[in-house]
């Protein structure tokens, strides 16, 4: 007996990264999954690797319809549904003054929306069948701030806060709402960003990670969870930023007391978050726009916030140089 036999799953964004993580894990466990994506040819794919029983569907999250052509095809195919994973996602990397309105709202639009309409989709049919389990996907831009995200960490602290009301009215009816909060993970997402500065781990995460806490909340043995935050983030959100950018700072496993800041210009792409994070530290050229420090040499909390600037960079343009003991 496997931990979800006779349990149906949906997940969305199934096709890549984590979504495809959690389809292999569920069925693993001996759920019948229903993968779902945009990208249509990579979920049957995945479909392809979780067994006979499981199937595929195109689905874009933000489309109502489309939603209720899914949850049809569950009803038609398995006569129920047990889990939703709300797990697909984009992110938009630019600082808040150099994102425009189009994009923050897809951002939302996507993450935050489609999580909604995800949720509205399938309690009709999980009531159905006397309950079911909702895993919203949040992140730790959806318990802190990062500088460079800021649709993204509107959608991410939406999320947890839709799930938390999502269960108190879903309680009822037997249908439990949880939000996942993954730390820096490696996904066709992420293959750009650099480690997480602030990971007690120091290194991306691995979707497999990951996948074991959706199992979890699939699964009856989390019966008593709802409307919670499940975290699995490598310990990136365990320490106060001031803590996690000293340890950044610890470069050589020896505290230094003054360090010198210099900028790549050949690796800057001009997003200003280290301006935007580090506002006494960091300024724009204005012949083309690339950053730069405006100190030279920074010691004690300056350190600290230089280190956070170095890690909020994404193309880890910026380097702290250790000047001396
Ligand atoms: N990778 C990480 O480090 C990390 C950390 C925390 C949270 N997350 C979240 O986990 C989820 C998955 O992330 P990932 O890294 O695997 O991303 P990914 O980009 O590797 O995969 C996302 C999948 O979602 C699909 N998708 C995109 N837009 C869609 C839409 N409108 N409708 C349906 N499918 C759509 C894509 O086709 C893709 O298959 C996202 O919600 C992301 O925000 C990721
Ligand atoms: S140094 Fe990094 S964060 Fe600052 S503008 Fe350049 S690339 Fe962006």
Excluded at 92 to 114: I, K, Y
Excluded at 234 to 240: L, P, W
Excluded at 289 to 300: H, W, Y
Aim: with cysteine; charged share 20%; aromatic share 4%.
């Amino acid at each position: 007996m496997s931990r979800l036999d006779g349990k149906v799953a949906l997940v969305s964004g199934g096709a890549a990264g984590l979504g495809a993580a959690y389809c292999r894990a569920l069925a693993a466990e001996g759920a019948r999954v229903v993968v779902t994506d945009v990208a249509a040819e990579a979920a049957r794919a995945v479909a392809g690797d979780c067994g006979p029983h499981a199937s595929s569907v195109a689905l874009d999250v933000v489309d109502e319809s489309a939603w209720a052509a899914a949850t049809d095809h569950c009803r038609r195919r398995y006569g129920r549904l047990d889990v939703l994973v709300n797990n697909a996602g984009i992110v938009h990397r630019t600082a808040l003054m150099e994102t425009d309105a189009a994009s923050f709202q897809r951002v939302l639009e996507v993450n935050a929306f489609g999580t909604f309409l995800g949720m509205k989709a399938v309690v009709p049919l999980m009531r159905e069948g006397g309950g079911g389990s909702i895993v919203n996907v949040s992140s730790t831009a959806g318990v802190t701030g990062f500088p460079g995200i800021i649709g993204y960490t509107a959608g991410k602290w939406a999320v947890r806060g839709m799930t938390k009301a999502a269960a108190v009215e879903l309680a009822p009816y037997g249908v439990r709402v949880n939000t996942i909060v993954p730390g820096l993970v490696e996904t066709p997402m992420t293959a750009g960003f650099a480690g997480p500065g602030g990971s007690l781990r120091r290194k991306k995460g691995s979707v497999d990670e990951v996948a074991p806490l959706v199992v979890f909340l699939a699964s009856d043995e989390s019966a008593f969870c709802t409307g919670a935050d499940f975290v699995a983030d490598g310990g990136e959100t365990a320490a106060t930023p001031a803590v996690r950018s000293s340890h950044e700072v610890r470069q050589e496993g020896t505290l230094m007391s003054a360090y010198k800041i210099e900028v790549d210009l050949d690796q800057c792409q001009a997003h200003g978050m280290c301006v935007a994070t580090a506002p006494g530290l960091f300024g724009m050229r204005p012949d083309d726009s690339k950053a730069m420090p405006l100190a030279d040499v920074v010691s004690g909390p300056e350190a600290e916030e230089a280190g956070l600037a170095a890690e909020g960079c994404p193309e880890l343009a910026i380097t702290l140089r250790p000047l001396g003991d």
